[in-house]
């Protein structure tokens, strides 16, 4: 079996579709999204529920070719979708019209043209921070400047990233 490094390396620049991998086409346009949210799911069920999340939500991403980081926080979940734009578009629009999460914030939004940062990778999920929270809270509860939110939202951008480099998927 390939380690998780080689498959990362075998599979650089390219993109999951639901026949395999893929480099994106020329003028393809790749979409890095930042959202939170409040979580709406009961404290006794969370567990289930996010086994649950993060299980459709690999499915999901192998369809549509996207890359996401997940993580839970105080009620709170944060996640970078990464891929192209139309098919993080599409992960965003479920991910709205999902009842277990409410109050979502796109906080983050880029397009670039090239690869997703990891390609390969169809969701990662670090689990439980409450480091993070400390990120994600203020983006969701408190009504900030354009700047605090702009730094806030960079930074936990980062802190998803740092912890999706650290898990295995």
């Not at 009842?99 to 906080?107: W, Y």
């Not at 921070?129 to 936990?156: C, F, M």
Request: charged share 25%; net charge positive; aromatic share 4%.
């Amino acid at each position: 079996m390939l380690s998780e490094t080689l498959l990362r390396k075998r599979h650089e620049g390219k993109t999951r579709t639901a026949s395999g991998w893929r480099r994106p086409e020329e003028g393809t346009t790749l979409k890095t999204l930042l959202f939170v949210s409040a979580s709406r799911i009961e404290r006794t069920e969370e567990a289930e529920q996010l086994r649950a999340i993060v299980a459709a939500g690999r499915r999901r991403n192998a369809s549509l070719g996207v890359y996401s980081a997940l993580v839970a926080a105080r009620g709170h979940f944060g996640e970078v979708v990464d891929g192209p734009e139309d098919h993080v578009d599409a992960v965003m629009a479920t991910i709205a019209g999902d009842p277990r999460h409410e109050r979502v914030k796109v906080v983050l939004e880029q397009t670039v043209a090239g690869a997703p940062p990891r390609p390969g990778m169809d969701l990662v999920y670090s689990g439980g921070s409450l480091y993070v929270a400390r990120y994600i809270t203020p983006l969701i509860e408190l009504d900030r400047g354009a700047r605090d939110q702009a730094e806030l939202a960079s930074q936990l951008l980062y802190m998803i990233r740092e912890l999706a480099r650290a898990c295995p998927s």
